[in-house]
């Protein structure tokens, strides 16, 4: 018999990875300051359940990296896609620019240096 899997468990095309980074939310009309990310992933994010923003809702996020030099941060555009007891999900909707897309690649092979799952194929949009 197989185990059911459990209802937190989600499939994606990239992997993610825990952080506890500083993250702000821009939309159209609010800025919201998240003391830290739960976890990311080269397509997207997961915040602290609150604040809240509405699914759908699209945005900026600036992702500030504290243990690289000062600085440092991921810019991209994306969309709330969760919003519930488990946390704000954010899916990246542009390609990141190159820069950013270098500094979450690094962020996340430090994290997750042996992962196959990771890295075949670097070039392409999570």
């Known amino acids: 018999m197989n185990p059911v899997p459990s209802p937190s468990t989600e499939h994606r095309a990239t992997s993610r990875v ?11 009309d609010e800025m919201i300051a998240y003391a830290s990310a739960l976890n990311v992933g ?12 509405p699914v759908g809702r699209p945005c900026g996020v ?7 030099e000062t600085g440092k941060r991921v810019v991209a555009r994306g969309i709330v896609v969760r919003s519930d007891v488990r946390g704000t999900a954010i899916q990246f909707t542009k390609a990141l620019e190159p820069a950013s897309r ?3 690649e690094a ?15 670097m070039g392409a949009a999570g």
């Open 102 to 104: 270098e500094l979450l």
């Open 18 to 28: 825990p952080i506890g980074y500083r993250v702000k939310v821009v939309t159209d």
């Open 42 to 53: 080269l397509g997207g994010l997961l915040l602290e359940p609150t604040p809240s923003l």
């Open 62 to 68: 600036v992702i500030f990296l504290m243990d690289l």
């Open 107 to 121: 962020l996340i092979h430090s994290r997750t240096p042996g992962d196959p799952a990771f890295g075949s194929d």
